[in-house]
């Protein structure tokens, strides 16, 4: 199989060779190819002077072709994946078919299933990325190539036939040429409509079709096995973050929030017509032949279709009345202007899904009155499962911003309705009394009169205005949580709710207020996770927090920030601060009587909490999945993971079958957990202590950081929609997570990932031998250690402090420049020494062949594009303001991203 990956490799290499031979000429094929054997030979100096002084222009193509390179590399490895998992006899971790042999094997009861299913929700939430801006085209164009790719591979492999060998190899290479000449990253900064069109794509491309065959898979396999007593629930429900998170983003409006709410509605009632559509013709069934129900009859005898062939065909004539309704919805929902024709006008829309969801349900059981289950449980089954899954509202959109935004809003506010003079200036406890007696009150409080707000409060009203018209209009589940970023304080917690009130999504009943958003405090810092578990007991108390709680079912969720968390204290520091924070909420939830559900903010790389899913959903501590999990997805972890129908299933599942496995089965088994747990925190005090010498308290560490990296690029250049950070930035903790993270990644020293282990693992161990045993035992016994090491290695291995190096040149002072460096390189050799010594292991990828390959077979690519960047960064901060310049430094992002697959 991996010769069959090289060769797959070296066959697209070879076309897109050609390709650039033929478009740009046979002077830029051998640079191309100069830069390639100078890659792989590992000469960098060699490459450094061949790009040295050289042309923009010129060094584009270049820039493009190992871009595309990798676009190709990534589609071939994923297609040899997809093949590898296909061809295997046996299930494996992270499959619905091993979690189904897992409960087999424990003694997993009925009532244990049901409270599981109760609380159900399995959510990947996709987020925007300012590096992945792929255009349709590209995916389009990727679409094509890997289903030629299939069909070679299949004539390989069985029936050899030259003729289709040859037109397969020419389709190809239109398809590559066709790219070439396509821009890869759009000529303009994308807007956030152009975010959140990217989002649906996916949906498009795998996620309508994917999450509900898996939901309707999972249902069916536990009613096969604990019974018909087992619920009819959607376990995935998938949200979004695209074009509703205005947290530091003044882009995101009201107008934004009704655009994604609106494309949302459409994408999923638009298929929900298509798939009537192609229902409508399948079911030719006669009742002559066939006997149907008494309520299919009358479905049928609504559905206004009295043209004369279809007299004897009921569910013809019925589902081309639930086709009309759809499209009636849609005309109402969204626009007429959706909708094509007029004939759908004589049908009532649909009130709500579950009115479409129960006339579905007369033609399931109609056909299974006859003893068509076979023809209930294709296309119609998916259906039903669809409409269990998105609703009118395809996902969920969370409402998020941070809390000392709220503050401003609301003391704005409270002045305004002379409810106070100075809310900001009040201490928490005055805080809460006042928030809590507005909230018991059902009053208005912003004054009919419209008052002269601050265009920042303004455009939050007009937001959360908008937010409760969606409600209204897509249902509750459109916008059912609301997050509140840097919560210190039960006061944080509040203060939204005061908005929610306003704007009738939570309705005041004194000490009983009722409601359908969830309010959800998000603990970033270090010192934020450490103090959340008490932040939380303190809300509780108050009675009318909690009585809110209580309608909704008892379910807190509390969202964890992995990225801030990294930036504070390094990587060992973020990760066990988030799993004690959880030990800790875990334990307060129980000791309450509430059900948890944690929302973890993970980022695609690993200094952003990335890593594999699975394993990171069985590391949490036990109590800590009770049926539900929600995870962010960006970037280019999106179009990995989700960008085809193989892959999503293959994701979308892990994360199932993790959440079953955390929820019904004892996933750890610490012999000694007090003990294992006062290791990790001294190790992590130990490791925080070697991050901060260096990223707070080295004072050239600003200088080295925003001179050797692309930090000022991603800012300067408009990559994204949203500002690099909250505000002007003097320090690490002004700066977002995206460009903290991709500016190492860039730049390839990963220092997010991995910096300040090495030390403290040394530190820790010392020269006794029994600690490094009890390091060791941990890493084979506990999911936590291991999955944290093994992340560790990932990027470790992505580095590569050679170039590094070069990145380091471009400060003006080279005392910092040398100093810096010097202390990163020796604590990555450190790293990477304790490691091995700690896992056994002979490399840094020994337990994940999968990346060892890319590592081996392409990742010398990439250096050519890390060298052009160097030399296109040297000309913009020298004063070259031509576009060729900043339009080349985007490219060399845009193609290190893909290569990368989780750069930020």
Request: charged residues 25%; proline residues 4%; glycine residues 6%.
């Amino acid at each position: 199989m991996i010769d069959n990956l090289r060769d797959d490799i070296r066959y697209l290499g070879r076309i897109l060779g050609n390709v650039i031979r033929e478009q740009e000429g046979v002077e830029t094929f051998d640079r191309v190819e100069t830069a390639r054997r100078m890659s792989i030979a590992g000469e960098i100096d060699a490459l450094v002077e061949l790009f040295r002084n050289g042309e923009p222009a010129k060094l584009t193509p270049v820039v493009r072709a190992f871009s595309h390179f990798a676009l190709l590399a990534n589609l071939a490895e994923d297609l040899h994946d997809e093949a590898a998992i296909e061809a295997r006899d046996y299930a494996i971790d992270s499959t619905l078919e091993a979690t189904w042999e897992k409960l087999s094997q424990a003694n997993v009861q009925l009532h244990d299933v049901q409270r599981m299913l109760r609380f159900a929700e399995v959510a990947p939430v996709l987020t925007a990325h300012p590096t992945e801006t792929r255009r349709r085209t590209v995916f389009d164009a990727q679409k094509h190539i890997t289903e030629l790719m299939k069909e070679r591979r299949n004539l390989l492999e069985n029936r050899p036939n030259s003729k289709r060998l040859a037109g397969i190899e020419r389709d190809i290479t239109r398809r590559i040429t066709m790219l070439w000449q396509t821009a890869l990253i759009r000529a303009v900064r994308p807007r956030i409509e152009d975010e959140i069109e990217v989002g649906l794509r996916y949906y498009s491309l795998s996620l309508l079709q994917e999450i509900p065959a898996i939901n309707h898979d999972v249902i069916t396999e536990l009613k096969s096995r604990f019974g018909d007593e087992i619920p009819q629930v959607a376990m995935l429900k998938p949200g979004s973050w695209i074009g509703g998170d205005h947290d530091g983003n003044p882009y995101v409006t009201a107008a934004t929030l009704n655009y994604a709410t609106t494309r949302a509605a459409e994408t999923v009632l638009r298929y929900y017509i298509k798939q009537l559509h192609a229902l409508e013709h399948e079911l030719s069934l006669s009742d002559r032949l066939s006997e149907v129900t008494v309520e299919l009859v009358a479905l049928a005898s609504k559905g206004h279709n009295d043209v004369p062939s279809r007299v004897d065909e009921p569910y013809r004539r019925a589902v081309h009345g639930l086709r009309g309704r759809m499209m009636s919805t849609m005309a109402t929902l969204v626009s007429e202007d959706a909708v094509e024709g007029t004939w759908f006008k004589v049908h009532e829309p649909y009130a709500t899904p579950e009115e479409f969801a129960a006339d579905l349900e007369i033609i399931d059981a109609s056909l299974r009155h006859s003893h068509d289950d076979i023809i209930a449980d294709d296309r119609l089954s998916m259906l039903r499962a669809a409409v269990e899954s998105f609703g009118f509202h395809l996902y969920s959109m969370d409402i998020r911003q941070n809390s000392e935004s709220y503050e401003e809003i609301l003391t704005e506010v409270f002045r305004a309705a002379r409810i106070h003079p100075n809310y900001a200036a009040l201490n928490e406890q005055e805080k809460r009394e006042l928030l809590i007696t507005e909230l018991a009150s059902p009053r208005p409080i912003i004054p009919a009169r419209a008052a002269k707000f601050s265009e920042a409060t303004q455009r939050e009203l007009e937001y959360f205005a908008q937010a409760a018209r969606a409600v209204e209009q897509f249902g509750a589940r459109m916008i059912p949580h609301c997050i509140i970023s840097m919560a210190t304080s039960v006061s944080d917690v509040l203060e939204p709710m005061i908005l929610l009130k306003e704007f009738g999504l939570i309705h005041a009943n004194g000490d009983m207020p009722t409601g359908t958003v969830d309010v959800i405090p998000l603990f970033e810092t270090i010192g934020d996770l450490q103090a959340g578990a008490g932040i939380l007991r303190e809300l509780w108390q108050v009675p009318l927090y909690r009585n809110y709680l209580k309608q909704r079912d008892n379910v807190q969720e509390v969202m964890l920030g992995y990225s801030d968390s990294n930036k504070d204290g390094g990587y060992f520091a973020a990760n066990w601060a988030l799993y004690d924070a959880e030990l800790d909420i875990v334990r307060a939830c129980r000791e309450n009587g509430i059900t948890l559900r944690f929302f973890h903010g993970r980022g695609g790389t690993v200094g952003r909490g990335g890593g594999p899913s699975y394993d990171a959903i069985l590391a949490q501590p036990n109590g800590a999945v009770q049926g539900a999990v929600r995870i962010t997805e960006q970037g280019e972890i999106i179009s990995a993971k989700y960008g085809s129908p193989a892959s999503a299933r293959r994701n979308l599942e892990a994360l199932v079958a993790a959440t079953v496995e955390a929820s019904l089965l004892d996933v750890e088994e610490l012999a000694d957990p007090n003990r294992a747990y006062d290791v990790m925190r001294e190790i992590a005090t130990l490791s925080q202590e070697k991050y901060s010498s260096l990223v707070h308290n080295e004072p050239g560490f600003i200088e080295y950081f925003t001179a050797s990296t692309p930090l000022h690029e991603i800012g300067a250049l408009n990559i994204g929609s949203r500002p690099a950070s909250r505000k002007q930035t003097k320090t690490i903790s002004d700066l977002r997570a995206i460009p903290w993270v991709l500016s190492w990644s860039q730049s390839r020293v990963m220092l997010p990932g991995w910096f300040g282990v090495g030390s403290a693992l040394k530190q820790w161990i010392g020269d006794d031998e029994t600690r490094l045993a009890e390091l060791q035992e941990l890493y084979r016994t506990w999911p936590f250690f291991t999955s944290v090491l093994s992340n560790m290695a990932q990027v470790m291995s992505k580095a590569d402090l050679n170039l590094a190096r070069l990145y380091a040149n471009l400060l003006d002072n080279s005392d910092v420049a040398e100093r810096i460096a010097e202390t990163i390189t020796a604590e990555y050799e450190l790293t990477l020494a304790m490691y091995l010594k700690i896992t056994g292991a002979d490399s840094l990828l020994a337990d994940n062949p999968k990346l060892e390959r890319s590592v081996k077979s392409r990742f010398p690519y990439l250096v050519p594009l890390n060298i052009i960047q160097l030399e296109l960064m040297r000309r913009y901060r020298a004063g070259d303001a031509r576009e060729v310049v900043s339009r080349g430094i985007q490219l060399t992002m845009n193609g290190l991203s893909t290569a990368l697959r989780n750069s930020g």
